[in-house]
């Protein structure tokens, strides 16, 4: 079988040189376990936080181990009740073609749909979406929700669920492509391009147009730049579901501190900010599932997908994910 594993760590930016692809002996399944031939491999912007050994909710990666990571694929050896050879299912194999695992660690997969939206829109990054905003974003009817990274996973799902309960949606996303995509196959109100606005304050002037109420929900996907033009336009009582901050996941870029502002707002606003990590909430999966798997069956929840092919070409595909060079959710398939 083969594996990328994590050559070393990052200084700051990730690059190639900081994984490496390997031959290994294919992994016999104990009892209780199934191999499985992996189609399909996820690639989220988590796994940069693996590669760096500071202190974090799950620990890090170790050099010379397999990347993390979810892939589905097909059983082709079971020594476990309720899996066959053939079986469709979902588990944490890591960057490999192969995987072995218990078989309590997968997950059959419905076979009307197609299996890697396991992976996104009804996976781990469609769940985020769901639970962030329904929980901790609070939604009513008529007000004002803006989030970033907007035609990603994550954003596409808490775009079209707010849209659905009826909140005007802004989209902030990265270029004019993205952002038609954002208004036009997921039904955001408006879109920015934040690659237009080189400074926070002149986003500011253009999200301050796009949500003329203010803003009652900031899904915080990114930080940075856009997180610095959203707080001054948040309403009273608005809610932040803190979900991700990709734009500092290989540090800051410095600039002045903006720390008691930021604090400030947060008091004078009364604005409630919820960190939150998917895996607390797991025991919602199934409410998820019931609720959004019809609606993707039908069309009425869409998603887009990044697809590159081979195994070889997951570190690349990563990187590009990591600078917004995707378009949907990033996936690897393998043959
Ligand atoms: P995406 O597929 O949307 O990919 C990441 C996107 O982030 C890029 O495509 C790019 O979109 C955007 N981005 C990258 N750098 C910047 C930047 N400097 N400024 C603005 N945007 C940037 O990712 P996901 O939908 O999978 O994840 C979205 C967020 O949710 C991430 O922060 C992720 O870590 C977080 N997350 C958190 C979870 C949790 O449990 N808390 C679970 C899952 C995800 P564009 O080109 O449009 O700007």
Same mark, same amino acid.
């Given at each position: 079988m083969r594996r990328i594993v994590l050559a070393s760590r990052p200084e700051a930016e990730p690059g190639p040189e900081n994984f490496r692809l390997e031959e290994a002996p294919l992994p016999e399944p104990a009892e209780g376990e199934a191999l499985v031939r992996v189609r399909w491999l996820s690639l989220d912007p988590y796994m940069r936080g693996r590669?760096? +050994?500071?202190?974090?909710?799950a620990a890090p990666v170790g050099i010379g181990e397999t990347m993390t990571g979810q892939g589905v694929g097909e059983v082709?050896?079971?020594?476990?009740?309720?899996l066959a050879a053939g079986d469709t299912v979902l588990g944490?194999?890591?960057?490999?073609d192969h995987g072995c695992a218990p078989a309590r660690e997968l997950r059959k997969l419905d076979?009307?749909?197609?299996?890697a939206t396991a992976l996104g829109v009804l996976g781990m990054p469609g769940f985020t979406g769901w639970v962030g905003l329904t929980e901790h974003g609070r939604p009513q009817p008529g007000e004002t929700l803006v989030v970033a990274a907007a035609t990603g996973p994550v954003g596409s799902m808490v775009g079209q669920l707010a849209k659905a309960l009826g909140l005007r949606a802004v989209g902030i996303a990265g270029g004019e492509e993205k952002c038609r995509l954002a208004t036009?196959?997921?039904?955001?109100?408006a879109c920015l391009d934040?690659?237009?606005? +080189?400074e926070a304050r002149s986003l500011r002037r253009a999200l301050a147009e796009a949500a003329p109420d203010g803003i009652d929900i900031y899904f915080e996907n990114v930080g940075g730049k856009v997180l610095e033009a959203v707080i001054p336009l948040m309403n009273d009582f608005g809610r932040i579901?803190?979900?991700?901050?990709i734009a500092w996941y290989s540090g800051d870029e410095g600039g002045p501190d903006r720390l008691p502002t930021l604090w400030r707002s947060v008091l004078v606003k009364r604005l409630s900010v919820r960190g939150f990590i998917v895996t607390d909430h797991w025991d919602r999966i199934g409410d998820f599932l019931a609720e959004v798997a019809p609606k993707v069956a039908s069309g009425e929840i869409r998603y887009l997908e990044d697809v590159t092919e081979g195994l070889e070409n997951a570190p690349d595909a990563f990187l590009k994910m990591l600078g917004?060079?995707?378009?949907?959710k990033t996936l690897v398939k393998l043959p």
């Open positions: 590669m760096s +050994a500071g202190p974090s909710y082709i050896a079971s020594r476990a009740e309720g944490s194999f890591g960057w490999a076979a009307r749909l197609p299996p036009e196959t997921f039904g955001f109100d934040h690659r237009a606005h +080189a579901p803190l979900c991700g901050t917004g060079g995707n378009t949907g």
